[in-house]
């Protein structure tokens, strides 16, 4: 059985920095690629980040570009997600998701993860200003 299981969310002040972590199990985590999601309250579901299986590639949404870092231990099956210079519109839970396949940039950009093949339960992220 797959799980990924997020961790790491909380409340912060804006300008503050928090790590989230997503350990899985249940899968061959290094040939899986993987990715971060957010839902915000009231709006869909939207792209942060992306790595590919080894961690030699990586997407960012325009919105997080040069604030957030996404990485990967596969020693650990776990990817990360460092978010610093947090914005109150930063505030969303946060998933992350596995997929077999790692797309090109134009696909994660503006895509809201439908038919990733993994999904964790997400964890909640609270910017304050």
């Known amino acids: 059985q797959v799980q990924l299981v997020e961790t790491g969310g909380g409340v912060v002040q804006a300008g503050g920095s928090l790590r989230l972590s997503c350990a899985a199990s249940?899968?061959?985590?290094?040939?899986?690629?993987m990715s971060w999601f957010r839902q915000a309250p009231g709006k869909e579901r939207e792209f942060v980040a992306a790595?590919?299986?080894?961690?030699?590639?990586?997407v960012y949404a325009d919105s997080v570009k040069g604030r957030f870092t996404i990485s990967r231990d596969n020693a650990k099956n776990t990817v990360y997600l460092q978010m610093n210079n947090l914005k109150p519109e930063d505030t969303a839970v946060y998933y992350c998701?596995?997929?077999?396949?790692?797309?090109?940039?134009?696909?994660?950009?503006?895509?809201?993860?439908?038919?990733?093949?993994?999904w964790g339960k997400g964890t909640l992220v609270t910017v304050s200003s």
């Open positions: 249940g899968l061959a985590f290094s040939t899986y690629a």
């Open positions: 998701a596995a997929d077999e396949t790692y797309y090109k940039s134009s696909y994660y950009l503006g895509h809201d993860g439908s038919g990733m093949d993994y």
């Open positions: 790595i590919s299986w080894g961690g030699g590639s990586t």
